[in-house]
Structure formats: structure tokens, C-alpha cells
């Protein structure tokens, strides 16, 4: 397999949710489930192994669930999204991660990220016990994060709480790469770009 292709992530927001801009000036609507599936299998038959969702996706994890049944794929998925200021963490994740197994029918996520991770949270007792555990829990492969903005993304890298971290990049919008690429490779954490064609 090419290695440019190797090297892509599926994203499945667009394939749980009514996504992106409409047609006609109507709203957007929510992709038909087979019209889906059949999005990840043609990935699947192009080479692509690596697909990320999360339970804020809508029905997404249950579609990834029925496109990769017994295939050999990567798949991501999130936790923390929705989680508000005095939250139980582990109550509230943990439930949330055993539903996205059962949706996506694997035992296991080869990469659990933290949803929309900020800076503060590295000072959160409860959320770096919680992470701590996830980090041992056999259901998790890796940890990683997604977020917004140079400053958010930079203090993960930094953190030594994740093996990849996740942010924005498109043509228009390269400054948080251009920040904390070089330190990401030095500190050995993988990057992943999401909205390129944003």
C-alpha cells in the first residue's frame, strides 16, 4: 500500500450527522446509512485502514460498527465531549466508552482521544486520574487528544499525556502546525490534521 494512502484517516462526522453545507439552500441532511457504509468500504477498498469518530457524530459509530465488522482496521473514537464543570469524570466516561465498543462491535479502540482537550484539564486531578487509568485499561490502545488553536494543541504535546494529538490545518489555517510540529517530533507525538479542505 502507498504510503500517502497508509498514511489517511477517515473522518465520520459527515457520515453520522445532517453535515456541511446543504443543497439547494436546504439544510444539510443526514447521508442514507447504506450510502455510508459503502463511503468506508470504498476507503477499505482504496487502502485506507485508519477511521475516526466519536459518539458526538450522531449515529457514526454505529455505522463505522457495520462498515468494518470483521475487518481489519484502526478505529478512533472520543470521550469528554459534553462533559461540563463538576462532572464525575469516571462515571460519566467510562459508561461512554463501554457504549462506543458495543456501537462500533470491537472490544477494543486503537485510539481513545480526548474531545476538544484543553490546557486546563492538565491540572485536573480528577481527569488525570481518570487518564491514567484509561491508560492501562486493555480496551485502549493509545490516548490522544483533539484540539483547537495553537495554545491548546502545544500544552498537549507537552503534557506527556498523549501519543497523538489532533488539530485543524487547511491552506488558509497552518498556524498551529507551523507552532508545534517541530516540538511534536521531538517529544515523539504523532500529529494528526483534520479539515484540510475546510
Do not use: C
Not at 88 to 108: D, K, Q, T
Not at 138 to 148: F, I, P
Not at 151 to 160: I, K, Q, T, W
Not at 164 to 175: D, F, G, I, P, T
Request: aromatic share 6%; glycine share 10%.
Amino acid at each position: 500500500m502507498p504510503d500517502d494512502v497508509a498514511r489517511l484517516v477517515v473522518g465520520t462526522a459527515p457520515l453520522g450527522l445532517a453535515y456541511g453545507i446543504g443543497r439547494d439552500g436546504r439544510p444539510p441532511e443526514l447521508l442514507p446509512e447504506a450510502r455510508a457504509v459503502a463511503v468506508m468500504r470504498h476507503a477499505l477498498s482504496l487502502g485506507v485502514r485508519v477511521f475516526d469518530t466519536a459518539p458526538a457524530y450522531g449515529v457514526a459509530e454505529q455505522r463505522v460498527g457495520l462498515a468494518l465488522a470483521d475487518v481489519d482496521a484502526e478505529v478512533w473514537t472520543k470521550a469528554g465531549h459534553g462533559v461540563t464543570e463538576g462532572t464525575e469524570l469516571a462515571g460519566y466516561v467510562l459508561p461512554r466508552l463501554e457504549a462506543s465498543l458495543a456501537a462500533l462491535g470491537r472490544s477494543r479502540v486503537a485510539l481513545l482521544q480526548w474531545h476538544n482537550w484543553t490546557a486546563a484539564l492538565a491540572r485536573d486531578d480528577a481527569f488525570l486520574a481518570l487518564w491514567r487509568g484509561l491508560a492501562a485499561d486493555a480496551r485502549v490502545g493509545a490516548l490522544g487528544a483533539t484540539t483547537y488553536g495553537p495554545d491548546d494543541a502545544l500544552a498537549a504535546v507537552e503534557s506527556g499525556l498523549f501519543s497523538l494529538v489532533q488539530m485543524e490545518w487547511n491552506v488558509l489555517n497552518q498556524a498551529t502546525l507551523l507552532r508545534i510540529g517541530q516540538r511534536a517530533r521531538a517529544r515523539g507525538v504523532r500529529v494528526a490534521l483534520r479539515s484540510v479542505l475546510l
